[in-house]
């Protein structure tokens, strides 16, 4: 098997980006901070690799504060976002808090606080049930923004003709998915008022149009990433889309595909934004175990996006 050849088409950007590096660094210099344990509201990013990496350093990891038995320990949201009701509850608690979301997310937050001020009535495109969608939901009052999730849903959404409404999405979608989306909420709403700067995160659409360009001259190709990460699973379905149907997510228990790999001359790699680059670095490892491979990495844009940690810990 070690002869066949084997050409990887290397998507970059992809893995990290900064709201996930700066959401890892939060916990890190929190910990070193206030020493070990300190608490982790819900994964900090999905993977699994960096979340038992922090658990190795003293993070323990929970889903919600009544959780913690000793409320004097530290506690860090993830970079998700969380529901305004979450800090309010820590602050009664008497907790020490340091806020891990993500700017990109705080920026969507403040958008719908800003719109309702406005009087807007808010529709968000995202899917339901992702920590991310539950947080911005949660910055307002109940009723105050209604969730769509696809094309159907959008042809079949109703409000009050009298209604200003505006449209907000979370970071982490399909960048063509959504502008369909938007076309029926459009065509349906004349005046839905738009974001000024798109919802989608600056990582999430540089890793898409990087697996675009690839993904079709690839027999088979494969997005390094956890199954509940987002944005790595929509890489997975931007591959198919973009001509590699043939494509699939590598996340902590897969199984390589040797068999279906011996038939393929080209196939491309890529990583979600909360992968950690060792793990495809690993995966290529174990394809050079067996084929003879080249690699050619195909940058379609350079990232220099930084976020800085909160200044209370440095
Ligand atoms: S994927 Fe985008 S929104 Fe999410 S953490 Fe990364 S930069 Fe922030």
Same mark, same amino acid.
């Given at each position: 098997?070690?002869? $066949?050849?084997?050409?990887?088409l290397l998507?970059?950007? %992809?893995?990290?980006?900064?709201?996930?590096?700066?959401a890892?660094?939060? /916990?890190?210099?929190?910990?070193?901070?206030? +020493?070990?344990?300190?608490?982790?509201?819900?994964?900090?990013?999905?993977?699994?690799?960096v979340?038992?990496?922090?658990?190795s350093?003293?993070?323990?990891?929970?889903?919600?504060?009544?959780?913690?038995?000793?409320?004097? %320990?530290? /506690?860090?949201?993830?970079?998700h976002?969380?529901?305004?009701?979450?800090?309010?509850?820590?602050?009664?608690?008497?907790?020490t808090?340091?806020?891990?979301?993500?700017?990109?997310v705080?920026?969507?937050?403040r958008?719908?606080?800003n719109l309702?001020?406005?009087?807007?009535?808010?529709?968000l495109? +995202?899917?339901?049930?992702?920590? *991310? /969608?539950? +947080? #911005?939901? +949660?910055?307002?009052?109940k009723?105050?923004?209604?969730? !769509?999730?696809?094309?159907?849903e959008?042809?079949?959404y109703?409000?009050?003709?009298?209604?200003?409404?505006?449209y907000?999405?979370?970071?982490?979608?399909?960048?063509?998915? #959504?502008?369909?989306?938007?076309?029926?909420?459009?065509?349906?709403?004349?005046? &839905?008022? *738009?974001?000024? $700067?798109?919802?989608?995160?600056?990582?999430? #659409?540089? %890793?898409?149009?990087?697996?675009?360009?690839?993904?079709?001259?690839?027999?088979?190709f494969?997005?390094?990433?956890?199954?509940?990460?987002?944005?790595? =699973?929509? &890489?997975?379905? =931007?591959?198919? $889309?973009?001509g590699? *149907?043939?494509a699939?997510?590598?996340?902590?228990?897969?199984?390589?595909?040797?068999?279906e790999?011996? @038939?393929?001359?080209?196939?491309g790699?890529?990583?979600?934004?909360s992968?950690?680059?060792?793990?495809?670095?690993n995966?290529i490892?174990?394809?050079?175990? @067996?084929?003879?491979?080249?690699?050619?990495?195909i940058? !379609?844009? $350079?990232?220099n996006?930084v976020?800085? /940690?909160?200044?209370?810990?440095?």
């Amino acid at each position: 098997m070690k002869n $066949k050849e084997l050409k990887i088409l290397l998507s970059a950007p %992809r893995g990290f980006c900064a709201g996930v590096e700066r959401a890892i660094e939060i /916990v890190e210099k929190s910990i070193k901070k206030y +020493g070990a344990p300190v608490y982790v509201r819900h994964e900090i990013v999905h993977n699994k690799h960096v979340v038992d990496n922090l658990k190795s350093k003293g993070a323990v990891f929970v889903e919600e504060l009544e959780e913690i038995e000793d409320k004097s %320990r530290p /506690v860090i949201f993830s970079a998700h976002g969380v529901p305004k009701q979450i800090p309010e509850d820590a602050s009664n608690y008497e907790m020490t808090y340091v806020d891990a979301t993500c700017p990109l997310v705080s920026k969507v937050h403040r958008e719908a606080e800003n719109l309702f001020k406005l009087g807007y009535h808010i529709i968000l495109i +995202g899917h339901k049930n992702h920590p *991310e /969608v539950i +947080g #911005t939901m +949660g910055q307002l009052k109940k009723g105050s923004i209604d969730l !769509i999730q696809n094309e159907e849903e959008a042809e079949n959404y109703q409000i009050d003709n009298g209604k200003k409404i505006a449209y907000i999405t979370q970071t982490t979608l399909s960048v063509d998915d #959504t502008k369909e989306i938007i076309k029926v909420l459009k065509r349906k709403f004349p005046n &839905l008022k *738009e974001p000024m $700067k798109e919802d989608i995160c600056y990582a999430t #659409t540089n %890793r898409q149009m990087a697996v675009k360009e690839i993904a079709k001259n690839c027999d088979m190709f494969f997005v390094i990433g956890s199954r509940n990460s987002s944005n790595s =699973v929509r &890489l997975v379905e =931007v591959a198919k $889309k973009s001509g590699c *149907e043939n494509a699939y997510l590598i996340h902590s228990e897969s199984k390589i595909p040797f068999e279906e790999i011996e @038939n393929c001359r080209t196939i491309g790699i890529s990583s979600g934004a909360s992968a950690p680059e060792i793990l495809v670095k690993n995966f290529i490892n174990e394809l050079k175990n @067996n084929f003879s491979i080249t690699i050619d990495e195909i940058e !379609i844009i $350079k990232e220099n996006v930084v976020f800085k /940690v909160p200044n209370k810990l440095n």
